[in-house]
DNA sequence: GCGTTAACTCAACTTTCTTGAGTGTTCAAG
DNA sequence: CTTGAACACTCAAGAAAGTTGAGTTAACGC
């Protein structure tokens, strides 16, 4: 029997002293600012050991000090806080017709943001457009290519030959060969793919509602409509890094049977208001609609909010998560009104009296946000502990 | 603002070692026999690291010897493989009128099954029995106590005040403390607490159709229907531990919304054939009816391979898995008429040419899968490296 | 036969963590 | 106001575990 061992990190010296650093970073930017004593009770090492590597830290400009708290009896702490300037983050959105890029702290504050028209949506025209703005943002940011940590792609799902091929979002020429490793290679770079819905739910774990949760679902409106998962702290991927296409099952709305996707997505909207002679390209259409309560587009949230209390009591059952987010490239005001319609599912493991975040949240919406979420990409890896890590 | 810091293990040399230990446990087990120097390439360690450890194993009686095996050119390679009798697992069955209990060996054989009757459901009767029969078990097979590794519980979910709570198969009285807690400190071991879908798919893994599956879902067949996640090695278990309660999702019959546990249940084939003046008490009684192609029983598979594949195109697309398998307290033959007859969806993810195990697969069937399960929990987490465990 | 290949061992070395004693600061009780 | 307990942190010695490189043994193939 020969059957591959898969490969899976053991620890010696040297990834364990990385694995803490990663830890105590970790800790560091989840408070805000601590001292070493409380970092050492929570990672369970030593306070010397935590010294020692925060003095590491310090040096290599990943952390500042922080002012010094007195806390009760004993000596003040010296407290610590993440350098924002410590590193950066390139995060990257293909998208058919364009490239969104951002360029992003070690705390996650944008430095700069762009988006850059596709004349072609050809493989090797995105890969020199990615490249070409990598090397202007580093110019235009006066950032050296050493303090570049990695940077994040969001592509749209799913990944491989599947039975959901075909459908608009798609890019031609990525079936084959592993895009992680073309972009890589190409960038020099570390480099993490994702689609739109897990970024953006990395995004809003790094700085936004979701901070500090370690499992929650995250609705994202595309094109379509994604499902990120957050579960223990981890992007679900699922076995071939399809997890979370939400769009193509099964929900009711008025006792009928539709695609999720077909009642709830930008697509979605655009087509139904399309059929009432009503042109909508862009958010502020739909603002403008929303603000004059147009009767079809009052209509179509109506439909949505049922189509999404089918789909939430599914998410709810099979994941319990903390809560579940909504967010997106649509406007607040829309998200918040769905949010408000949604029927809120009595039978579901979610429904519990001693909840501490509400069942559907409204995260950060707006056409940046996968953006942002493929540069907290990086940024979650490196707050990421990584020995046993099997991926 | 006082945010508390989440527990996480840093790593020494210590935890190190235990890790790697269990690193080199796991490399064994998966392929059954292997040298040092395959697993030193696989775990990234110095063959000289796992020599050393290697020989710690074999001092704790977790390894034996298994012969050389020349590969080609080069000194042939001293294999090794676990011992069975290293280490011994306790599993738990707790339903509301019996305890189903099973002592397996350290690679998964059962050495002794046991049904016993409860007079009451009460926490404390549960409490007393299990462990009168640990110890009964322990005895009964001359196994010392140094040599338990652990005890798995499989007790009906879900956990704590959901809007679920109120369910047929519930046990009263443990929505109160946290159930594992309270069964270590009466049983004085290492204990695992899972719902019945998780530990029969971790049962799937250890020694199933699952094997060296990292990545599948198993649909099981109790009182209801349970659904039990594995995501890269570990099972999926929600903020608080009450993923995969699929039963209670809206699916498609005939065109019409059912909960999916009342098309495709114990419960539910029993209630379709009492309707018909059919008592259904054992599985016994459904293979006759089976074998004289009953009408009633026909029809109803139908209607359940129906809602099935509503149920696996939502499985499939949200969590993307290898294979999802189907198994559970039903007889094979009617766990395989439901495969025949399951449509495959077409919308799925899962549905690409390239895979490597059918989309629907049979697990073992019978009463004791979830037992069995309990059991396999202790032993996953004797095979599962530590470092960075965020629970 | 003899050189090549490969698994494994031995002994010295390196990294990192831990331990325990010691220092400095703050608060509270006498 | 003094004294002692509490607490954060540092220093130096020691321990644990992995790595490295040289050496040994055995099988294969020309």
Redesign the interface.
């Known amino acids: 029997?020969v059957?591959t061992?898969?490969?899976?990190?053991?620890?010696?010296?040297e990834?364990?002293?990385s694995?803490?650093k990663q830890?105590v970073l970790?800790?560091i930017r989840?408070?805000?600012a601590?001292g070493r004593a409380?970092?050492a009770?929570?990672?369970?090492?030593s306070t010397q050991?935590v010294s020692n590597i925060i003095s590491d830290l310090l040096g290599e400009g990943l952390l500042i000090e922080q002012g010094v708290r007195s806390a009760g009896r004993g000596l003040p702490v010296q407290q610590y806080a993440i350098k924002p300037d410590g590193g950066y983050a390139f995060g990257v959105e293909v998208r058919p017709t364009a490239v969104f890029t951002a360029l992003v702290d070690l705390v996650g504050t944008p430095v700069l943001t762009r988006r850059i028209p596709l004349h072609s949506a050809a493989k090797s025209t995105i890969l020199e457009t990615v490249k070409a703005q990598l090397h202007c943002a580093l110019t235009e940011a006066k950032i050296s290519k050493g303090a570049l940590m990695g940077a994040g792609i969001v592509m749209p799902g799913?990944f491989?030959?599947?039975?959901?091929t075909g459908t608009a979002s798609e890019l031609p020429g990525w079936n084959i060969g592993d895009p992680a490793e073309i972009f890589a290679n190409t960038l020099h770079l570390p480099v993490f793919v994702e689609n739109d819905a897990n970024a953006a739910a990395m995004a809003e774990r790094m700085n936004g509602v979701a901070r500090?949760l370690?499992?929650?679902a995250y609705l994202y409106f595309g094109q379509g409509l994604g499902?990120g998962?957050v579960?223990?702290?981890?992007i679900?991927?699922?076995?071939?890094?399809?997890?979370?296409?939400?769009g193509?099952?099964?929900v009711?709305v008025d006792?009928h049977?539709v695609?999720l996707e077909s009642a709830t997505s930008r697509l979605s909207v655009q087509a139904c208001l399309a059929r009432e002679g009503l042109e909508v390209t862009n958010m502020e259409d739909l603002i403008s609609l929303y603000s004059s309560a147009n009767r079809h587009l009052l209509l179509w949230l109506d439909k949505a909010a049922q189509a999404l209390s089918?789909a939430l009591?599914?998410?709810e059952?099979?994941?319990?998560?903390?809560t579940v987010i909504l967010g997106g490239a649509m406007p607040d005001v829309i998200l918040d009104h769905i949010i408000a319609r949604t029927a809120l599912?009595?039978?579901?493991?979610?429904?519990?009296?001693?909840r501490a975040h509400p069942r559907l949240m409204r995260g950060t919406s707006g056409r940046m946000t996968a953006t942002l979420g493929a540069a907290a990409l990086v940024l979650h890896q490196a707050f990421t502990?990584?020995?046993?890590?099997?991926?």
Chains 1, 2 share one sequence.
Do not use: C, W, Y
């Open positions: 029997m059957s061992l898969k490969p899976q990190l053991g620890a010696n010296p990834r364990a002293r694995h803490n830890l970790r800790a989840h408070v805000g601590v409380e970092i009770r929570a990672s369970g090492l050991a799913p491989g030959d599947t039975g959901l500090g370690d499992d929650f499902l998962l579960q223990n702290a981890q679900l991927q699922g076995a071939f890094g399809n997890a979370g296409e939400i193509h099952i099964q009711f006792g049977a695609e089918s009591s599914i998410i059952n099979l994941f319990d998560p903390q599912p009595e039978r579901s493991v979610s429904n519990r009296p001693d502990p990584t020995i046993a890590e099997a991926r």
